[in-house]
């Protein structure tokens, strides 16, 4: 089983950052993909990036490609998720998710364990 724990949401003005954290704990993930997610209200969860924990290999939906950054640390069991250039449309709950494949993946039913989220808001 896996647990994943994210932090660091919270408000921010427009052209801010933040940083979120997802803390992985109960299996080893070297063979793991990982994935950030977003909800904004009243709309669809969303692809935002994803990462092979073994290679750090990475992709970004177009939309924040060149303003997020997604990153893991090996040794803390951590993912990251730098978000800089925040904008108004980037307010969401985001959340991470874990996939026991090999294969990058972009939506959500691709993923078998997931955080319970943390919220972003964003002010123009």
Same mark, same amino acid.
């Given at each position: 089983?896996?647990?994943?724990?994210?932090?660091? $949401?919270?408000?921010? =003005? /427009?052209? !801010?950052?933040? *940083?979120?954290?997802? +803390?992985?704990?109960?299996?080893?993930?070297?063979?793991?993909?990982? $994935?950030?997610?977003? =909800? /904004?209200? !009243?709309?669809? *969860?969303?692809?935002? +990036?994803?990462?092979?924990?073994?290679?750090?290999?990475?992709?970004?939906?177009?939309?924040?490609?060149?303003?997020?950054?997604?990153?893991?640390?090996? +040794?803390?069991?951590?993912?990251?998720?730098?978000?800089?250039?925040?904008?108004?449309?980037?307010?969401?709950?985001?959340?991470?998710?874990?996939?026991? +494949?090999?294969?990058?993946?972009?939506?959500?039913?691709?993923?078998?364990?997931?955080?319970?989220?943390?919220?972003?808001?964003?002010?123009?």
């Amino acid at each position: 089983q896996v647990q994943l724990v994210e932090s660091g $949401g919270g408000l921010v =003005q /427009a052209g !801010g950052s933040l *940083r979120l954290s997802c +803390a992985a704990s109960g299996r080893t993930f070297s063979r793991y993909v990982m $994935g950030w997610f977003r =909800q /904004a209200a !009243g709309k669809e *969860r969303e692809f935002v +990036a994803t990462i092979r924990w073994s290679t750090g290999n990475t992709d970004y939906a177009g939309s924040v490609k060149g303003r997020f950054t997604i990153s893991r640390d090996n +040794a803390k069991n951590t993912m990251y998720l730098q978000m800089n250039s925040l904008k108004p449309e980037d307010t969401a709950v985001y959340s991470c998710a874990a996939r026991d +494949a090999y294969g990058l993946a972009y939506y959500p039913f691709n993923y078998d364990y997931w955080g319970q989220g943390t919220r972003v808001t964003v002010s123009s």
